[in-house]
């Protein structure tokens, strides 16, 4: 897997200067790549996926640009209005801290410098919220390997996640030239064939 690749896909962003919105998705590879390039013993990453994998993660940043100055919401300026909308149209509500376990919350504590990090001068504006990830029967709601979409949305803001990740998957073969394509394509774009 291309850490980057992944990094990429877990991360949407929209808006126009001088106001613009970026949300990053947390999946469970995520704290496997984090862990790995943090040099985290794979003891700590395998607590950290169990313990994280009954949440779903966004790093929401809202900010606008005024006077050159990057001006960032705050959690009490964006969770009222923030859901997370699964293909079946199911509503989530970001959780309050007393529904999030308490090692949870000392895991994302410590994370907090490794994000902030990933996120560049955006990482003093990042505000976290967890989500119920367990359907009914205790499953993860969604996995990036598997087909399905959900969408966070927050006042007029909307961004679509669709599954599965190119960069979870092998690649595909054009049948045609054998060109390599991105693992969740389903057909050639130049000639229009079943790829495999």
């Not at 896909?9 to 999946?27: Q, R, S, T």
């Not at 007029?156 to 669709?162: E, K, L, N, Y």
Request: proline letters at 8%; aromatic letters at 12%; charged letters at 20%.
């Amino acid at each position: 897997m291309n850490s980057n690749d992944f990094i990429m896909e877990c991360m949407k962003n929209g808006g126009e200067i001088p106001h613009k919105e970026v949300v990053l998705w947390f999946p469970s590879d995520f704290w496997r790549i984090i862990g790995g390039q943090m040099k985290i013993p794979p003891e700590t990453v395998t607590t950290l996926v169990t313990e994280m994998d009954k949440y779903m993660m966004f790093c929401v940043i809202d900010y606008s640009l005024v006077n050159q100055q990057l001006v960032f919401r705050t959690e009490e300026e964006i969770r009222p209005s923030l859901k997370l909308i699964d293909s079946a149209k199911v509503i989530y509500m970001p959780l309050a801290d007393k529904d999030i376990s308490p090692l949870a919350l000392q895991m994302i504590t410590q994370m907090q410098p490794a994000i902030a990090k990933i996120l560049g001068q955006f990482g003093d504006g990042m505000r976290i919220f967890l989500f119920d990830g367990r359907n009914a029967s205790g499953n993860p709601s969604f996995d990036e390997k598997k087909p399905n979409r959900f969408i966070i949305t927050w006042d007029q803001v909307s961004f679509t996640w669709r599954l599965p990740f190119a960069s979870v998957l092998p690649l595909k073969f054009c049948p045609v030239d054998n060109e390599p394509m991105k693992g969740n394509w389903m057909y050639c774009p130049f000639h229009g064939v079943a790829l495999h």
